[in-house]
C-alpha cells in the first residue's frame, strides 16, 4: 500500500486482497480461454473461431458463462449429495489459494509468505482431492475411472514438479516469491548485471521439467488420460452441469494462469526489470503487472500450443515418463546446482 | 502489559480445536468408508490451522502438502481401486469398538495429562503472539549502542527476506535443527522408511 498517502486498517487490506483475487480467478480463466482456446486453437485450424459475440467474439466467453449460469443443476440420482456438490469448490479454493502469494510488483502480492513457493505447490496438491471426491460421488463409472487415473496422474507429476522447484530454491536461497525475484534481478552473471541472472539460464533444465510436469497436473493434451473424451465421455467431471461444470472449467484454466505466472516468478525474473536499468520502483508498480502477464501470455502459449499439437500418451507411457525420466533428471539438477552452489 | 492473553487466538483455537473433536469422531462412527476418509482431511486440515496459530507456518504448509495432498489422496485412491460403495456399510461400526475406544480413550489421556503436567508445573500458559513481549524489550534497552546496532541489522535482514515470525517458526530454523542437530536421527529415519517402502514392494509382487 506504499503508493497511498493514507494507511489501510488491517481488515480493509484484507477485503481488498480478497476482491483482487475473486476477480483474478474469473479474468485469469476468461483471458487464457479467449485467447488460445478460441482464438489460437482456430487460427491453428485454419478458421477463424468465435466472431459473432462481441468485436472478433471477445464477449462469446461472458456468453458461455452465462449460458452455464442458466442450466439446470442436475444431481445424479445415485450420487453422494453433499461430496458431490463440495468437489468442485474443493478444486476452484485450491486455485484461489495459489494466486495468494504470486507477486505482481513490489508491493503487489497478497502476502509474501516466508514459505512462499512450497505454500503454492502445498495448495496445488489439494485439488486432487477435489478430483477424486468428483470422480467417486458422480455414482458413474466412466467419472470413478477418470477420478483415479487423474489421481495416479497427478501423484507422479507432483514429485517432478516439486523437485523441480528446488533447484531455483537453491540457487536463490529462499523461498519466498519476493526474494526469488529480488535475487533474480539482482543478480550477476559473471560478474555482468546487464539482464540480472534470469534463472532461465542456469535451470532451464528445471524450467522444461516444471512446464511438463505443470501439463500433467492440468491434465492437457497430451497428459488427457483422465479426461479422454473417446474412452471416459469426460471422466471426473462427465456428470457435471452449469455452474459447477464452470466451477472446473475456472478451476483449469484459472490454475493454467497461476502456474505461468509462477514459472515465470522463478525462471523468467517474475515482475521485476534488472536493477541495474535503474528503473524506479514508483514506476513498477505499474510496469510490474505488465511485465508479468506479457512472461504468463508466453509461456502459456507453450502449453496450450503442445495441447493442441500433440495426441495423447497411453498410461504406461505417461507414467514411465514421470518415474523414469522427469525424476532422476531433476534429482540430477538438483545434486549439480548444490555442488555448484558450493563451488561459487 | 503484565497480562499477555491473546483474545483472538484463544477465540480461534477453541472453535478449531472443536472442530478438530467432532470430525475426529466422525471418522470412527460413519459408516460410509469415503467419508472417513475426508473427516480426515478435516481433522488434519484443523491441525494445520492450529500449527499456523502457533506461528509455525513451515510445519502447516508440510502439514497440508504430505498429509492432505498425499497421504489421505492415497488412502482414497486405494478405497476407490479395490471398493467403493456408495452407501453405507453395515460393519464400519460394531459393538466391541466401544470397549476399543474407552481403552484407547483412557490411556490417550492418561498421557496427555502426565506430559502437560510433567513439562509445564504451574506455569501458566497462554497463547501468546510473538511480539517484542517485556523482558525482550528490558534485555534490549540493557545493551549498548552498538549491541543494539547490531539487533537491530539482523531484526531488518529478517524483515527483508518477508518474515516476522518468532524463532519457532522460521524455515531455517527448522532446517537447521534437522540436518545440524538432528542429522542422524532424520538420516535413520530415512533408511527405515525406505526399507518399508522395499519390504512393501516385495510383499506386493507376486512372481
Given at each position: 500500500m506504499g503508493l497511498l498517502a493514507f494507511e489501510l486498517a488491517y481488515w480493509q487490506q484484507t477485503v481488498i486482497k480478497m476482491l483482487v483475487v475473486a476477480v483474478a480467478v474469473p479474468g485469469a480463466a476468461f483471458v487464457l480461454g479467449y485467447v488460445f482456446l478460441f482464438k489460437m486453437l482456430s487460427f491453428m485450424q485454419s478458421r477463424l473461431g468465435?466472431?459473432?459475440?462481441g468485436p472478433y467474439g471477445t464477449l462469446q466467453l461472458i456468453a458461455d458463462g452465462v449460458k452455464f449460469l442458466q442450466k439446470e443443476d442436475i444431481l445424479p440420482d445415485r450420487a453422494d449429495r453433499f461430496v458431490f456438490k463440495a468437489a468442485p469448490a474443493v478444486v476452484l479454493i485450491s486455485t484461489f489459494l495459489l494466486f495468494v502469494v504470486i507477486p505482481a510488483g513490489p508491493n503487489a502480492i497478497v502476502e509474501d509468505l516466508g514459505v512462499g513457493i512450497f505454500f503454492a505447490l502445498a495448495v496445488s496438491s489439494l485439488s486432487v482431492l477435489g478430483v477424486l471426491m468428483a470422480g467417486w460421488a458422480s455414482a458413474n463409472k466412466f467419472s470413478l475411472m477418470g477420478g483415479l487415473r487423474a489421481t495416479g496422474q497427478l501423484i507422479a507429476y507432483e514429485l517432478p514438479l516439486v523437485l523441480a522447484v528446488v533447484g531455483v530454491v537453491i540457487q536463490a536461497g529462499t523461498l519466498s516469491m519476493q526474494g526469488i525475484v529480488n535475487a533474480q534481478s539482482g543478480g550477476e552473471i559473471f560478474g555482468w548485471?546487464?539482464?540480472?541472472?534470469?534463472?532461465?539460464?542456469?535451470?532451464f533444465l528445471g524450467l522444461v521439467i516444471f512446464m511438463i510436469a505443470v501439463q500433467a497436473e492440468l491434465t492437457q493434451?497430451?497428459?488427457d488420460m483422465p479426461v479422454a473424451e473417446s474412452e471416459l465421455v469426460g471422466g471426473y467431471h462427465v456428470e457435471y452441469t452449469g455452474f459447477r461444470f464452470l466451477f472446473f472449467f475456472m478451476g483449469e484454466f484459472g490454475t493454467a494462469f497461476a502456474f505461468a505466472a509462477i514459472a515465470a516468478t522463478l525462471?523468467?525474473?517474475?515482475?521485476a526489470l534488472p536493477d541495474s536499468w535503474g528503473v524506479s520502483g514508483t514506476a513498477m508498480h505499474v510496469l510490474g503487472p505488465i511485465i508479468l502477464v506479457a512472461k504468463v501470455m508466453i509461456l502459456s502459449f507453450f502449453v496450450f500450443w503442445v495441447r493442441f499439437t500433440y495426441p495423447r500418451f497411453r498410461e504406461d507411457q505417461l507414467q514411465q515418463l514421470a518415474w523414469k525420466v522427469l525424476i532422476p533428471l531433476s534429482l540430477v539438477n538438483i545434486v549439480a546446482t548444490g555442488i555448484l552452489k558450493v563451488a561459487f | 502489559m503484565e497480562t499477555t492473553f491473546d483474545l483472538p487466538a484463544n477465540i480461534a483455537f477453541g472453535v478449531i480445536a472443536v472442530a478438530i473433536i467432532v470430525a475426529a469422531i466422525r471418522v470412527v462412527t460413519t459408516r460410509n468408508i469415503v467419508h472417513a476418509a475426508l473427516w480426515l482431511v478435516v481433522v488434519l486440515g484443523g491441525v494445520g490451522a492450529i500449527y499456523i496459530l502457533l506461528q509455525a507456518e513451515f510445519v502447516a504448509v508440510v502439514q497440508y502438502l504430505v498429509y492432505i495432498g498425499a497421504i489421505v489422496v492415497l488412502f482414497l485412491f486405494g478405497i476407490m481401486l479395490t471398493r467403493a460403495p456408495?452407501?453405507?456399510?453395515?460393519?464400519?461400526?460394531?459393538?466391541t469398538m466401544r470397549v476399543g475406544a474407552i481403552i484407547t480413550a483412557v490411556i490417550l489421556v492418561t498421557i496427555m495429562v502426565f506430559s502437560v503436567v510433567d513439562s509445564f508445573r504451574d506455569e501458566e500458559v497462554d497463547f501468546i503472539a510473538y511480539s517484542g513481549d517485556v523482558a525482550a524489550a528490558q534485555t534490549f534497552a540493557d545493551l549498548s549502542a552498538e549491541e543494539q546496532e547490531t539487533v537491530l541489522d539482523e531484526v531488518a535482514a529478517i524483515g527483508a527476506e518477508g518474515t516476522d515470525l518468532g524463532p519457532v517458526g522460521r524455515t531455517e530454523t527448522v532446517s537447521d535443527s534437522i540436518f545440524r542437530d538432528y542429522l542422524i536421527p532424520f538420516e535413520v529415519i530415512s533408511a527405515l522408511l525406505l526399507a518399508a517402502l522395499i519390504g512393501a514392494i516385495v510383499i506386493a509382487r507376486r512372481d
Open positions: 468465435p466472431m459473432e459475440a548485471g546487464g539482464l540480472g541472472n534470469p534463472f532461465l539460464l542456469t535451470q493434451v497430451p497428459f525462471f523468467l525474473g517474475g515482475w | 456408495l452407501g453405507e456399510m453395515l460393519d464400519l461400526t460394531n459393538r
